[in-house]
């Protein structure tokens, strides 16, 4: 069974800058993109970053250039969000397409339970 946890997130200070985890466990293969996205309360899911399995090819979408660093390490896959706004307050979770791509839009593939990030003062 296939098993995506994330951990990292809480009650965030304005300007700081957590670093979420997503540990995958039960594939079916091995070699694959971990997409990260997030959703906030009454908006529409958006896509954030991506990187694949042997932490090579990191994208992030234009919205987080400069605002997050994906990484990965053996099973774990890492988001470190820079300098966060009350406005970057969301469920944070990470999803791997069947495939294996990149996050296609919908609500198919193996998505965690996510972490809340809340940027607040």
């Known amino acids: 069974e296939v098993h995506l946890v994330e951990s990292g997130g809480g009650l965030v200070q304005p300007g700081g800058s957590p670093k979420l985890s997503c540990i995958a466990s039960?594939?079916?293969?091995?070699?694959?993109?971990m997409n990260w996205v997030r959703q906030a309360p009454g908006k529409d899911v958006e896509w954030l970053s991506a990187?694949?399995?042997?932490?090579?090819n990191p994208y992030y979408a234009d919205s987080m250039k400069g605002r997050a660093t994906v990484s990965a390490s053996s099973e774990t896959v890492y988001l470190e969000l820079l300098t966060l706004q009350p406005g970057d307050t969301a469920l944070y979770r990470c999803?791997?397409?069947?495939?294996?791509?990149?996050?296609?839009?919908?609500?198919?593939?193996?998505w965690g339970q996510g972490t809340q990030v809340t940027v607040s003062s």
């Open positions: 999803v791997i397409e069947l495939d294996g791509g990149f996050w296609e839009g919908g609500r198919g593939g193996y």
């Open positions: 990187i694949y399995s042997d932490g090579t």
């Open positions: 039960g594939l079916p293969f091995s070699r694959y993109y």
